[in-house]
């Protein structure tokens, strides 16, 4: 749920279908709908729709908080309400609307693009988003450790087992570790612990936090770990990427593969921040 939006927008309940615009913020009676997993990926449309609208503002909406667009409720590219169950992420993406100038730009809008995959993607599939998470149980980034050089090696164990430990201790996983790439395969222990821990992860909008910070680090402890207070986003993010700070440490640093890497670093600060203003009530 990290790569390439097609339609992020919402649309306005009556207003001016025509146009560029209509289809990217999926108007009534378009062929068919957005793929609502595609709603947080990537950089957007290369022809983006003009901004349409002079004020972002929230209304009460079913206990939490609809965007509404010049006074019309605002629906995600699937058609649903853009509704947010707190005031504190429902401010945050009407700011990211207010924030547009000339065009809208999804790139510039993560909280949107992630409040729409969380109600078009994972409410209505709840638990096909839980099995495809529980497959990162069985294959954890942190379970899989290097064998040398002995600074890699022993920056790995500074980073990784303290968060295992607390996996252990607080959700009941304990890892097998293996060295190289070779499959560990883990106790069923584990990898019930796991999906007990993501089962128990309250509302869409969290889950698609979760599964965006899955997905970004290769780990599902370390994603746990941010959701439930453990780490930072920083620390998780830091700790994700023991490998390749030694191998810049020893060969330089590869401009492209940085840039990459803080376009990523960016959609994981986002999920972090989501999963923070959803449980902000």
Same mark, same amino acid.
């Given at each position: 749920m990290s790569d390439d939006p097609k339609s992020e927008g919402p649309n306005r309940d009556g207003a001016n279908r025509d146009g560029p615009d209509a289809d990217w913020l999926g108007a009534p009676g378009s062929a068919a709908p957005p793929d609502p997993t595609r709603s947080a990926r990537g950089p957007g449309k290369p022809a983006l729709p003009k901004r349409f609208y002079a004020e972002a503002a929230l209304a009460e909406h079913a206990g939490g908080f609809r965007l509404t667009l010049d006074g019309?409720?605002?629906? &995600?590219?699937?058609?649903?309400?853009? #509704?947010?169950? &707190?005031? #504190?992420?429902?401010?945050?993406? #009407? #700011? /990211?609307?207010?924030?547009?100038? !000339?065009?809208? !730009?999804?790139?510039?809008?993560?909280? &949107?693009?992630?409040?729409?995959?969380?109600?078009?993607? %994972?409410?209505?599939?709840? /638990?096909?988003? %839980? !099995? !495809?998470l529980s497959a990162y149980a069985g294959t954890d980034l942190l379970a899989y450790r290097a064998g040398d050089p002995d600074r890699l090696v022993q920056a790995q164990a500074e980073a990784w087992d303290p968060v295992l430990d607390w996996a252990h201790e607080v959700l009941g996983a304990r890892f097998i570790l293996g060295e190289g790439v070779m499959h560990v395969t883990q106790p069923d222990t584990t990898v019930a612990a796991l999906r007990r821990a993501i089962g128990e992860t309250d509302g869409p909008f969290r889950l698609a936090a979760l599964h965006t910070l899955t997905t970004l680090t290769g780990s599902l402890v370390l994603a746990l770990a941010v959701l439930r207070g453990r780490l930072t986003p920083t620390q998780a993010w830091t700790a994700a990427h023991v490998d390749e700070t030694y191998q810049a440490s020893v060969w330089g640093q590869d401009e492209e593969a940085a840039a990459r890497q803080a376009q990523r670093r960016a959609e994981f600060d986002a999920a972090a921040h989501l999963s923070a203003l959803s449980d902000a009530g």
């Open positions: 019309r409720p605002a629906n &995600t590219p699937a058609r649903n309400p853009l #509704a947010l169950p &707190t005031r #504190a992420l429902a401010e945050g993406v #009407a #700011a /990211e609307w207010a924030a547009q100038i !000339d065009v809208i !730009d999804p790139s510039r809008m993560p909280l &949107t693009r992630l409040a729409n995959t969380a109600i078009d993607g %994972v409410a209505p599939r709840r /638990e096909a988003v %839980v !099995d !495809d």
